[in-house]
Nanobody, 121 residues
């Protein structure tokens, strides 16, 4: 089992940027696929971006071209660069780690405590 701690959230104006970080411990990080989910009040938790253990990335359509997921296996860390933020990006962002079989449609694996991103003028 892997433990995850997110950081980097905050209050930002529309069009602004943040870098979210998620540090993993307790297991072999490089073996895990990593994902960032988000959950806004009253909404279901949704996948934003994922990165496989080999470094292959995928994004939900609403963030393509604005968000970038990356990982640094030497630092046991996955990042989410969020740019050109919009009001609708406001949510708690959660880091997720999982091993095969991978199906991002379902909520399972290890979770962090979440970091709040608020987009407001």
């Amino acid at each position: 089992q892997v433990q995850l701690v997110e950081s980097g959230g905050g209050l930002v104006q529309p069009g602004g940027s943040l870098r979210l970080s998620c540090v993993a411990s307790g297991s072999i990080f490089r073996l895990y696929a990593m994902g960032w989910y988000r959950q806004a009040p009253g909404n279901q938790r949704e996948l934003v971006a994922s990165i496989s253990s080999e470094g292959n990335t995928n994004y939900v359509d609403s963030v393509k071209g604005r968000f970038t997921i990356s990982r640094d296996n030497a630092k046991n860390t996955v990042y989410l660069e969020v740019n050109s933020l919009k009001y609708e990006d406001t949510a708690v962002y959660y880091c997720n780690a999982r091993r095969a079989p991978i199906d991002w449609r379902y909520l399972y694996g290890s979770w962090g405590q979440g970091t709040q991103v608020t987009v407001s003028s």
